[in-house]
């Protein structure tokens, strides 16, 4: 009798089991772009999506449990679950609408921030389109306008304006599609990571916005960061996840197909082309309490792929 092996991702440094057919999603709901994923303490995930509703909610077996989010559809893009005082909360960015939005996770809005007012940077002609957020340990909220003018705007936990940094550019503390943003603590500092997409690098800042350093190696185009640990997580649009290591050093690339994204009309390629082990445009990635990694990508229809460690 032969044993089929299971499909697996990584390398010998991290390997991980592909599970699939994760998501089972009722035959009257759809997908639409998959962009955002986040897991709460329960290990229950989370999906943003731009078809309607925006949000649906999986158990980690895949088990369909919830769905809300109507008003986001056609703007779903970053997605943030942050705990305060025990209580977990979403945060969202729209870009068809271009806000930020801080809700409960059954849905209700607790906050929602608009367009920065800043006319010295937006106007009618040059719009303000959020694409990611995150939340530093005091509540301090921090916005990445991605797809609009590539600025940086820092808020505080109430969604009063502090201060903005950025603008577009190539040089140090320049951003050219400031696309993710994270605070990272695996230092004992709080840092601001931004992935500066259309620069191909990751920024670092202090909360403050003071650059600090720039991460170029082992990076085509990020898109937004998870940590789990010591190891930061991001999704490399073009066609891969990546895992580095406390040093911003790489562990391994998964499911890396550098043939995918040069297809004529990525990312919504034909069905056929899609191998369960491959990643073709993946946009967001989430770990749960098992270390089990979870990718959405930027796909017309969605896809999402559940990964456990082998």
């Known amino acids: 009798m032969t044993i089929k092996r299971s499909q697996q991702l990584g390398n010998t440094a991290r390997s991980y089991d592909l599970v699939p057919g994760w998501a089972k999603l009722p035959a009257h709901l759809e997908f639409g772009y998959t962009h955002g994923i986040v897991v709460d303490q329960q290990d229950n995930v989370y999906i943003f999506h731009t078809g309607k509703p925006s949000i649906f909610k999986f158990d980690e077996s895949g088990e369909f449990k919830a769905a809300w989010g109507e008003e986001f559809e056609g703007g ?38 608009g367009t920065p007012d800043r006319p ?107 940590y789990y640990g010591d190891d930061l997580f991001f999704p490399d649009l073009n066609s891969r996840v990546t895992i580095f290591d406390k040093n911003d050093r790489l562990i391994c690339h998964l499911g890396e197909d550098q043939q995918a994204y040069k297809q004529t009309g990525w990312p919504n390629l034909a069905k056929s082309y899609y191998r369960d082990n491959k990643f073709s445009s993946p946009h967001g990635v989430c770990v749960d309490s098992k270390g089990s990694v979870y990718v959405a990508e930027w796909i017309i229809d969605g896809r999402v792929t559940k990964l456990t460690l082998a």
């Open 120 to 226: 010295d940077i937006y106007n009618e002609e040059f719009k303000y389109v959020p694409t990611d957020v995150a939340v530093s340990a005091n509540g301090d909220i921090y916005v990445a306008d991605g797809y609009g003018q590539s600025w940086i705007h820092h808020y505080t936990a109430a969604g009063e304006y502090i201060r903005s940094w950025g603008g577009k550019g190539t040089e140090m503390g320049q951003l050219n599609c400031p696309h993710g943003i994270s605070i990272d603590i695996r230092s004992g500092i709080e840092e601001v990571y931004v992935a500066d997409r259309g620069n191909h690098r990751i920024q670092v800042f202090t909360l403050q916005g003071h650059f600090k350093r720039v991460i170029v190696d082992d990076i085509d185009q990020p898109c937004s960061f998870y």
């Open 76 to 113: 779903a893009h970053g997605f943030y679950l942050h705990t305060e005082r025990n209580n977990e909360y979403l945060f969202v960015t729209d870009t068809a609408r271009g806000n930020v939005v801080k809700m409960d996770l059954n849905g209700k809005h607790l906050l929602t921030l």
